[in-house]
């Protein structure tokens, strides 16, 4: 029996040993009590997303209406207030007949996977990054989206996530989070330290799309600085938040602007030019290790541990809620915690608006609103 053999029975013996017998509330796993953190996000008013789950990305349009949210069977709903609720706003594929189940990741390359939004304040039209499908646009009056760009340098787009538009430029910036696994197999980006993720710019008066950064480490949430000198990239798998000088004598450079207690989702500027951050889920020891040593992550699927595992133990066991704020020069100001999901959960963007903050989730049904 040759050594790698003999090394690799010996570790997954001692994974499967760790998993067995390590509980939530050991310290290896448990989700860590971050210093000045404030535990206030259970009082958060609840709003469901009736018949729908994962509103992940939230955005009003520019005469304050909405929110409007994408939902994991690939529709943008839009909320019209307490009388009306949610209403269908658009759909991002045209092929709708097997769509019929709020969650059914099998589907999602067919009935589309909307994840971040972005409404061009100028012409009203929505833009949709959707997983599978590219960059979408929908007029104001919603419907079926159409096409803008699916591929660059030849390389078709494999995981879509986030955006964000420089209306002075009339450019959008927006993440590929990988070119090996589907949004399905997001677990899989983690555990195999894919870096294959690009960050580009779309140039919507030229239709050219190009490639600014690759080689990044589930690129995710995107957010232009209030001034747009500068860009910022939350990169998932390191939990740091990345900065793109855009103008000024740093263009073109890229550094960590801060790095955050957890698993980074959506970044989204408020009207301050603060950051607030949302963490599908805090940093522990255990998955800290994990994705510092590759090997581990791919070992751990060759256990065959099935992807609610694997997701909670990433989680620490214990779903919970985080919220950082950070300033225009990326130092914490604020971190807001559900720490025991009592309301919560595996956000995915924050979004501030008159004194509120709108709250989703990737994967609960309902987003949160809690006053500041």
Known sequence: MSTVVVVTATVLALLAVTFAIFKPHQTLFAPPQLQASMDVLHAARLLHVTGALGPESLVFDRHGGGPYTGVADGRILKWEGDEVGWTEFAVTSSNRTECVRPFAPELEHICGRPLGLKF?????????ADAYLGLKVVGPEGGLATQV????????????????????????????????????????????GDKTGRFLKYNKSTKEVSVLLRGLAFPNGVALSKDGSFVLIAETTTGKILRLWLHGPNAGEVNTFAVVPGFPDNIRRNSEGEFWVALHAKGTPFSRWVTSNAWIGQTLLKVGFN??????????????ATAVKLSEKGEILEVLEDCEGKKLKFISEVEEKDGKLWIASVLMPFIGIYDL
């Open 120 to 128: 061009d304040k100028k012409s009203g039209d929505l833009y949709i």
């Open 149 to 192: 760009v699916t591929e660059a340098e030849g390389q078709p787009f494999h995981f879509t996530n986030d955006m964000d538009i420089s209306e002075d430029e009339d450019v959008i910036y927006f993440t590929d989070s990988s070119s090996a696994f589907p949004r399905r197999q997001f677990m899989f980006v983690l555990l195999h």
């Open 307 to 320: 992807f609610k595992q694997l997701h909670s133990s990433f989680a620490g066991w214990k779903p919970h």
